[in-house]
C-alpha cells in the first residue's frame, strides 16, 4: 500500500492522545519510516500494525486515492505484535 498524503482531525489527535497516550509524530513514523503490516477491516477501513520509535502502535485509517485519514491509533498489545513479527 502506498500512503502519499496522511490526514488527522484535531480532534483526532487530541482523542488519541487523551485516550491513548500517542502522539501525532508516531502516527507519522509508523507510515512513513517503517515498514508497517496492512489489514483491510472493511470498505475503505485499515489497519495498520507497526513500530514507532520506542513501540508497537495500531493504527486505523480510512484509505482513498493514496491519502490515509486517521480514525484511531493506540499501543498495540501482545498478539497485534506477534502478528507484525510473524510476518516481518
Given at each position: 500500500?502506498?500512503?502519499?498524503?496522511?490526514?488527522?482531525?484535531?480532534?483526532?489527535?487530541?482523542?488519541?492522545?487523551?485516550?491513548?497516550?500517542?502522539?501525532?509524530?508516531?502516527?507519522?513514523?509508523?507510515?512513513?519510516?517503517?515498514?508497517?503490516?496492512?489489514?483491510?477491516?472493511?470498505?475503505?477501513?485499515?489497519?495498520?500494525?507497526?513500530?514507532?520509535?520506542?513501540?508497537?502502535?495500531?493504527?486505523?485509517f480510512r484509505y482513498d486515492e493514496?491519502?490515509?485519514?486517521?480514525?484511531?491509533?493506540?499501543?498495540?498489545?501482545?498478539?497485534?505484535?506477534?502478528?507484525?513479527?510473524?510476518?516481518?
Open positions: 500500500m502506498i500512503i502519499k498524503a496522511i490526514k488527522i482531525e484535531p480532534e483526532t489527535i487530541i482523542k488519541i492522545f487523551d485516550k491513548h497516550n500517542v502522539l501525532q509524530e508516531e502516527i507519522f513514523d509508523v507510515l512513513k519510516n517503517d515498514d508497517p503490516r496492512f489489514k483491510k477491516v472493511g470498505g475503505n477501513q485499515y489497519a495498520a500494525i507497526g513500530l514507532s520509535k520506542s513501540r508497537y502502535l495500531t493504527i486505523f493514496g491519502e490515509a485519514e486517521i480514525t484511531t491509533a493506540y499501543p498495540s498489545d501482545k498478539n497485534q505484535i506477534r502478528s507484525y513479527k510473524k510476518v516481518k
